[in-house]
């Protein structure tokens, strides 16, 4: 019996020339390259069709709030290092303040907000993305911990401040695609501060 790529993958043998994890791969290296994420190049040079491309990643919001995620991921490690010998609020508003001071710096993301301002807000802010409801995610567990260890005393459930820390800070990085203002991540971290005062 001829032996499924499935079981090929699992016990070492050959393995599928393209997997999903291969598309997230060359998506983010366009993405970093400042290039369009266009689904039918992607799928044309991976050699894969475009059915099979949607049937891996969803959409292409879905695929650029992917690369954005795992590309968050070094900078929220970065915002943890940063916000560890902090306790209490100030860690978190510390936590809070230095993730988006490297979100809103970061070149990439940048080119991607100017040249699509449209679908880069739908990504980074939508709630039917992968984006906000991770950073709530994060968040929230930030805040729970916070308050399990006795840090902090949350005045509101965990879920719902979290959801509106992120909500604030959408509104203060992206002013300039909203408003025309400029990004002011100082004001942000002080109404936080508030919240958890």
Avoid: C, N
């Avoid at 290092?81 to 809103?104: C, K, N, P, Q, W």
């Amino acid at each position: 019996m001829q032996p499924t790529p499935l079981q090929l993958h699992v016990t070492g043998g050959v393995r599928p020339a393209v997997a999903p994890l291969d598309v997230l791969t060359e998506a983010r290296r366009r993405f970093l390259k400042g290039q369009r994420v266009d689904m039918g190049e992607l799928a044309a040079d991976l050699k894969i069709s475009r059915a099979t491309l949607y049937r891996w990643v969803g959409d292409r919001e879905r695929l650029l709030g992917e690369i954005l995620w795992s590309l968050a991921e070094s900078g929220l490690a970065e915002a943890r290092l940063d916000a560890s010998g902090h306790r209490g609020a100030e860690g978190v508003v510390r936590f809070y303040r230095r993730f988006m001071e490297i979100t809103v710096g970061f070149g990439p993301l940048r080119r991607f907000l100017e040249a699509e301002p449209d679908a880069a807000l739908r990504v980074l802010t939508s709630r039917h993305g992968v984006q906000q409801q991770r950073l709530i995610d994060v968040t929230r567990k930030l805040l729970e911990d916070k308050a399990a260890a006795g840090e902090i005393v949350l005045r509101l459930p965990a879920e719902d401040l979290a959801y509106v820390m992120v909500r604030i800070g959408e509104s203060f990085m992206w002013r300039e695609f909203i408003t025309g203002e400029e990004p002011d991540i100082s004001r942000a971290a002080d109404v936080v501060r508030v919240l958890l005062s």
